[in-house]
């Protein structure tokens, strides 16, 4: 039990007592409102910076109300960027290294994979938006080379006043059967375990479909929740031969909210009024 709970029970039953002795009917309300801010995490104990990280994905995503995260509060707790003024400019978020390692905002195209709602209507195609493309990396000379592509995002916790806890993005295009890691990093710089998306054999994986032309049905979302914050992550990507990189869309970081935050505030909320009103009741 937390200390606002056991500071809760305290307050009423020694202000009971002291006033009007033990009442039942009180007790039995007490109890009641102190499980259903028991149950929606009033009553737990936060995350502590050593808590493994929860990841999430890959999940189907058409817009930003597909989005796992709490996205309520755009802009101070939470941040999206969906590179539609052609520009990675959202606040606490840049890239590292020359220009020719980084990866690049790409504009609407007859091959352009941006998230469906982007341009207005959901109806199947990115061709309309912006996205965001990796840049490669050689790892093997064989022939036809072995590369990955990948995508660096470092976050400033100067800016923000905060590591982000939460980082998600949506993969939206790459060849057949592309493999997907996430490395991240936590708030000291530890690197934190991989996120991979394969078959057995890292090269190859389950993402992607047969189309370079927009389509949608394919995009997925992927994510990882740290309460010991993130200060970085690693997109990457694995094809064999000479590809198209892939394509990502709608960075999200900021603050994690747990499913539940939003209830707990309301069922602290209406223990409290059950005491006022039993307070008043039985003095």
């Known amino acids: 039990m937390s200390r606002l709970v056991r500071g809760v029970v305290k307050l009423v039953f ?21 499980a259903w801010m028991a149950i929606a995490g009033i009553g737990s104990s936060p995350p502590t910076a050593t808590a ?6 890959p999940t189907p995503y058409l817009s930003s109300a597909d989005s796992p995260f709490d996205l309520s509060g755009l802009g101070t707790t939470m941040f999206l960027e969906d590179f539609e003024d052609g520009e990675l400019n959202t606040p606490g978020v840049f890239q590292l290294g020359i220009p020719e390692v980084r990866g690049a905002v790409v504009g609407p195209s007859a091959f352009t994979d941006s998230v469906d709602a982007d341009d ?7 061709l309309g938006g912006h996205s965001f493309a990796a840049t ?16 660096w995002f470092h976050f400033d916790d100067a800016t923000l006043g905060f590591y982000p806890t939460a980082v998600g993005f949506v993969w939206t295009d ?23 998306v394969s078959t057995d054999n890292i090269f190859v994986g389950t993402l992607g479909d047969a189309r370079l032309d927009g389509t949608t049905a394919d995009d997925r979302f992927f994510g990882i929740v740290n309460p010991g914050g993130i200060s970085r992550v690693l997109i990457s990507s694995t094809n064999t031969g ?15 909210v747990p499913e539940g935050g939003s209830l707990g ?19």
């Open 14 to 34: 020694i202000g009971r007592y002291r006033a009007v002795g033990f009442r039942p009917q009180l007790s039995a309300c007490i109890a009641a409102a102190i």
């Open 52 to 57: 493994a990280p929860i990841f999430f994905g």
């Open 120 to 126: 207005g209507t959901i109806d199947g195609s990115g």
């Open 136 to 151: 490669q990396v050689i790892t093997a000379l064989t022939f036809p080379p072995r590369h990955h592509w990948q995508v």
């Open 174 to 196: 790459g060849v057949p059967m592309s493999a997907m890691w996430l490395n991240s990093w936590d708030g000291r710089g530890v690197e934190l375990p991989r996120f991979i």
């Open 242 to 256: 000479d590809t198209l990189p892939f394509e990502m869309d709608h960075l999200q970081y900021g603050l994690y």
């Open 265 to 283: 505030l309301g069922a602290l909320a209406l223990a409290m009024l059950l005491i006022i009103s039993f307070r008043v009741r039985f003095s």
